[in-house]
């Protein structure tokens, strides 16, 4: 059956890039006329001005966006983008919770994440939360994809996709080497190189960053990271002279991460005294990663007309958060989560938890959280267009052959801990007696767009259409060598069609209005029975050109039938990964983008601004009990959780040939960490918080640059999150300093 899919899924197909170069009046299309090109047959739509000519709402962050303030953290990127609701968790961005629309953030989980055009969480069907993400340091570009085209690119299509460009291979030899260092032994190297000939064009690339941490610890053991990423590309141009052009592109990847990062937060009493301090009792806690990509890719151009492009992938994933889990006192044994949301009754546990009583052997429980991932699978498109009269069409269509699982093989070692905060290790555990369990989903996905351009109408309707196998194998914590004897099975299938609609409508080169509705569609979980998440996704928006001032409206609303919520432990739960039904639910708001340049054509400074704003509304439409009381009781007409209802970012730039200074400030709302309505209580609200970051650069010579950042410039002290367990703080003041060389 796999080969016979993956057999179809080679003959069906996928995309031309639609970056024609045909000289006919009719083809400056949208896809013909191109700023900040950025050929690639992995890209969404590959730069500024495809986003902005789509039916449905998209934005790009180009090279030059990303690299104005040099981000390392996809949280601080991604705030510029209008629709993109983020809460941050360790202050650097190494485990993003990322919501479109409204969607769930943890663990951007609800969302498609793909790196070059691939999907990149480490088991998107099976296990979607994203303990992995690419390092934004590496990227040359980030597109964001919201609305009805969406559907190219599930499985999950409710909110959107987001789609990291890597580092191209460059057009000819060149390179560059960035460092910078600063506040809390912060650091970061960045080495690329790359070249191309007639036939063989390579790039690598390495980038290292880390951090002492700025929260401290007890015994002042270092609470940071630190993370490696090297990427190595070989394309050759099989045969240069032939009418049909062929070529090949291999891309490796490899990262690995050590962090001394923890789910353990603080109590409100703690945070208010000392927003940056850790309890003794998570002095042990590390992350280690280790991840590896292999992606080939295989394109054929027919004609100027007509592109094939195949890619096979594999992505590895290992990681073992070693992490305090739970506290016993007298035989009464409670999750952090449950003593950081109640201290003052479960005081004698929280006392052990701070490390300010001698505890009993084994009353603090640290759970290994020993995981493999494996996604893999086989992705082909094709692209066909053609001019016909006054009008341009486009055909495409893609299939994808993919499978992915998480094995779970964990254990917990027990430890004690002295007044003095010294934790000691009091009986090891058992590898799998804590959880042996493979989850696994097998998938296939086709999908079918057409563009139709006629005089001053684009219309872009399309359908996809999702097989998925979805099971687990629970062999138990008592057979460790999986013989089977005690297995336990489930599994759950289902298949869905997903069509889509968009619409555009350009009254002039200024103004242009558009629109879409489309299926919004999540994977279920592995229970029998279980049915997905569905959803019925509207927007109508304007594009407008005034002068100096270019801006984009757009209102959304997301009608569930059926949401999911997960038990992740990430918020709070037990961490089984299970969905649990929550019913229906309303989503709607609006996004506004406003860019103006103060500054005249040929004047020596440039003064662009920028201004983005989302206002998103939920409400529950039915009442319910959530599993584990994740999001509490839930009563018609209350508000999801983690979602604020204001957010904004205002961006200014001052120019010249020799420097550049760049500021960018962020006001993010209160929200709530439990469903509810009218004002928050303060044991399930976040505040709203301000904050301020700056970019410098000053060019020494064509090649050099001396680059300066400043992290929270007002020094502001915010909570982030109160998940996993507690209080947790934003990054503090941090001031940065480095250079840039490129030959």
Not at 19 to 31: M, P, R
Not at 47 to 73: C, H, V, W
Not at 681 to 701: C, E, H
Request: glycine fraction near 8%; charge should be neutral.
């Amino acid at each position: 059956m796999r080969s016979s899919i993956i057999a179809l899924t080679l003959l069906l197909t996928i995309t031309l890039s639609a970056q024609e170069k045909n000289k006919k009046d009719k083809s400056l299309d949208s896809i013909q006329k191109l700023d900040e090109i950025f050929i690639s047959s992995n890209a969404i739509f590959g730069n500024k001005y495809m986003a902005k000519n789509r039916t449905g709402s998209a934005y790009y962050l180009s090279p030059k966006e990303i690299q104005k303030f040099g981000f390392t953290d996809i949280n601080r990127a991604l705030r510029t983008v209008p629709g993109v609701t983020i809460y941050e968790e360790d202050g650097f961005g190494l485990r993003p919770n990322i919501s479109l629309r409204g969607t769930s953030p943890e663990r951007s989980s609800k969302i498609t994440l793909m790196e070059d055009g691939v999907l990149i969480s480490p088991a998107p069907y099976s296990a979607s939360s994203a303990y992995y993400f690419p390092t934004i340091a590496r990227m040359e570009a980030v597109e964001i994809l919201k609305g009805s085209s969406q559907v190219q690119f599930g499985p999950f299509t409710t909110g959107g996709a987001i789609n990291m460009i890597s580092a191209q291979i460059p057009s000819e030899f060149s390179g560059q080497v960035r460092a910078s260092y600063g506040s809390f032994n912060s650091n970061q190297l960045h080495v690329k190189i790359g070249g191309v000939n007639k036939t063989v064009g390579y790039m690598v690339q390495y980038v290292n960053y880390g951090s002492d941490g700025f929260k401290t610890l007890p015994s002042g053991k270092n609470t940071g990271f630190n993370k490696n990423d090297l990427v190595a590309k070989i394309a050759i141009n099989l045969f240069p002279d032939a009418i049909v052009q062929q070529s090949v592109e291999f891309k490796f990847q490899y990262a690995d991460e050590v962090g001394n990062e923890t789910y353990l937060g603080l109590s409100e009493n703690d945070f208010n005294n000392n927003p940056f301090s850790r309890y003794a009792s998570s002095n042990e806690d590390k992350m280690t990663t280790d991840h590896s990509q292999y992606m080939l890719t295989y394109k054929v151009d027919f004609n100027e007309n007509t592109r094939l492009t195949t890619t096979a992938y594999q992505n590895n994933f290992a990681r073992n958060w070693y992490k305090l889990n739970d506290i016993t006192f007298n035989g009464d044994t409670q999750s952090i989560a449950a003593i950081l949301e109640d201290p003052n009754t479960l005081s004698n546990h929280f006392n052990i938890v701070n490390g300010s009583v001698n505890s009993d052997t084994d009353a603090i429980g640290i759970k290994a959280n020993n995981r493999k991932y494996l996604a893999q699978g086989i992705q082909t498109k094709l692209d066909y267009h053609w001019y016909k009269g006054d009008s341009f069409h486009d055909l495409e269509i893609g299939a994808r052959y993919h499978y992915d699982e998480e094995d779970r093989f964990q254990w917990v070692d027990n430890y004690s801990i002295s007044n003095t905060g010294k934790m000691s290790l009091t009986t090891a555990g058992l590898p799998g007696t804590d959880a042996n369990r493979i989850a696994s989903a097998k998938a296939f996905a086709t999908y079918i767009t057409y563009k139709l351009k006629y005089n001053n109408w684009t219309f872009t309707p399309g359908a996809r259409y999702e097989n998925i196998t979805l099971t687990r194998a629970d062999f138990g914590k008592s057979d460790i060598p999986r013989s089977g004897v005690n297995l336990v099975t489930r599994e759950n299938s289902v298949g869905v069609f997903i069509p889509g609609m968009g619409a555009n409508y350009k009254f002039n080169n200024d103004f242009s209005l558009f629109g879409g509705v489309h299926k919004g569609f999540s994977p279920p979980g592995n229970q029998e029975g279980q049915e997905p998440e569905k959803s019925i996704n509207y927007e109508l928006g304007t594009r407008f050109n005034l002068g100096k001032l270019k801006g984009e409206f757009v209102g959304f609303f997301n009608d569930y039938s059926n949401l999911l919520g997960s038990d992740l432990a990430a918020t709070g739960g037990t961490g089984s990964l299970d969905q649990f039904n929550a019913g229906e639910v309303n989503v709607n708001g609006i996004e506004i983008l406003l860019n103006y340049n103060f500054s005249n054509e040929n004047a020596k400074f440039s003064w662009p601004i920028s201004f983005g704003y989302t206002f998103t509304n939920t409400e529950f439409q039915n009442s319910f009990g959530s599993s584990d009381g994740l999001w509490g009781v839930v009563t018609t007409g209350d508000e999801l959780p983690y979602i604020p209802k204001h957010q904004l970012n205002a961006a200014v730039s001052l120019e010249h040939k020799s420097f550049e200074i760049n500021l960018n400030a962020r006001f993010n709302g209160e929200f709530r960490t439990l469903a509810g309505t009218g004002s928050i209580p303060d044991n399930a609200k976040v505040d709203s918080n301000f904050i301020i970051d700056v970019s410098g650069k000053y060019f020494l010579t064509k090649n050099l640059m001396l680059t300066a950042n400043i992290i929270n410039l007002l020094d502001t002290t915010y909570a982030v999150s109160r998940v996993p367990a507690g209080l947790r703080p934003g990054h503090p003041f941090g001031a940065y300093a480095g250079f840039d060389f490129r030959f």
